[in-house]
């Protein structure tokens, strides 16, 4: 099935997005067609047991930025599913799987999002083609179409600019 071409967004191979749900204005995001599932940074996860109609929530602590703590924001949510998920490396592991909201160059997509530990990572935020396919398309030349997070609000939390 085609879809029409006022549809497809053009998006550079890093943005920097928004969780409006997880009240996050900035996070810097690595689109990735190989990648299946979206992910995003998150620690200090505990699953909370499901409630009189048996659904199960979870909490979490999301940190937008990279080597810093600041402006990090504790999400509650309903699980959406655990997957277990094959990392680049080859390593497996059982995720829990949360639906958030994303935006992306003014549009704002649901997206499945597994949640895991990024520390060692270059991006807090991977956004993979299940999310992409709903009228993205990524130009892997290009970054940073949809503009950059304010430069004092980079310097602020980061320390450093990229």
Same mark, same amino acid.
């Given at each position: 099935m085609t879809e029409p071409a006022h549809s497809t967004t053009i998006a550079g191979w890093r943005e920097w997005v928004g969780l409006p749900s997880a009240g996050v204005p900035w996070i810097k995001a690595k689109l990735d067609t190989g990648a299946r599932s979206s992910s995003v940074h998150a620690y200090a996860i505990e699953t909370i047991a499901p409630d009189a109609e048996g659904i199960e929530r979870v909490r979490f602590t999301l940190r937008p930025w990279q080597r !810093?703590?600041?402006?990090s924001v504790v999400v509650e949510c309903p699980v959406h599913d655990r997957?277990?998920?094959? !990392? !680049? !490396?080859g390593h497996t592991e059982e995720r829990i799987v949360v639906l958030m909201d994303i935006t992306l160059l003014g549009r704002t997509v649901?997206?499945?999002m597994t949640l895991s530990n990024r520390d060692s990572m270059g991006f807090r935020m991977l956004i993979g083609r299940e999310a992409l396919r709903q009228g993205f398309v990524v130009d892997p030349r290009r970054s940073f179409l949809g503009g950059r997070a304010p430069k004092p609000v980079r310097r602020q939390n980061r320390g450093v600019a990229d």
């Open positions: !810093s703590d600041a402006d997957r277990t998920v094959r !990392s !680049s !490396s649901t997206a499945e």
